[in-house]
């Protein structure tokens, strides 16, 4: 009986977490679609191929937001590499239910090649790197040498590259990735981020010289029906 339960909680957060995946007709999954074409007209002279989502602080959604944007990109028939850069508090391992015990860690630390830290998922076209084991030293790996050339070398193989990182006002990691980055997707929770916090964030990510391609606001729930909709502008 409690392997069963196990099992089942296991299919409902796979379900609730790509919900573009498993209830594509969805409204949701419609704003999350939303979201990726509003990147699409964005980018009228270049391409946005590579993209970082992240957030002001914990528990805005930026990894569940992150993970379904993949998810819709992946659906348009584009190759899709989905980048755990949150070295600190990883989750796309338990979204995706692959192992972590190798990842992008082990690949900036030159243990083994790219093409052998990424796997495919369930979804056609979309492959996901997770973090690896947890290092002592997340900021100064994301600001190596070795990841310039790991984003350039996933240039060359895949359509589009998200990176999911750690909250801007938490640690410096975002920051230092989004300068590497063609374009930053921040999430703001509803009710939840503190305008202050927001303004602080976008003044960090203009710091870092990146492109705010645009801020997703979610878990705002509308009147009309139960659902929660994501909006992106």
Do not use: W
Request: glycine share 6%; with cysteine; charged share 25%.
């Amino acid at each position: 009986m409690r392997r069963k339960q196990n099992n089942k909680a296991v299919r409902d957060f796979k379900e609730r977490s790509l919900i573009t995946h498993y209830n594509s007709k969805s409204p949701i999954s419609e704003q999350y679609r939303t979201i990726r074409s509003n990147i699409q007209f964005s980018s009228v002279d270049n391409e946005y191929r590579t993209i970082m989502v992240t957030s002001s602080g914990p528990g805005e959604g930026k990894s569940t937001t992150a993970a379904n944007l993949a998810v819709t990109f992946a659906q348009q028939g584009k190759r899709v590499l989905f980048i755990d850069a949150d070295l600190r508090k990883p989750t796309a391992h338990y979204t995706f239910r692959v192992s972590n015990a190798q990842g992008l860690t082990n690949v900036l630390t030159k243990q083994i090649p790219l093409g052998e830290a990424h796997r495919t998922t369930e979804i056609e076209g979309l492959h996901i790197l997770p973090s690896g084991p947890v290092p002592p030293n997340p900021a100064e790996l994301l600001g190596s040498r070795m990841m310039k050339e790991i984003t350039k070398e996933a240039s060359e193989e895949f359509d589009v590259i998200l990176f999911d990182t750690p909250p801007l006002l938490a640690v410096t990691d975002g920051q230092i990735l989004a300068n590497l980055c063609d374009g930053v997707v921040l999430v703001v929770g509803s009710q939840k981020t503190e305008n202050e916090a927001a303004l602080k964030s976008k003044e960090l990510l203009e710091a870092a010289k990146a492109k705010l391609l645009g801020v997703v606001l979610n878990r705002k729930k509308m009147k009309e029906g139960n659902y929660y909709y994501y909006y992106g502008s």
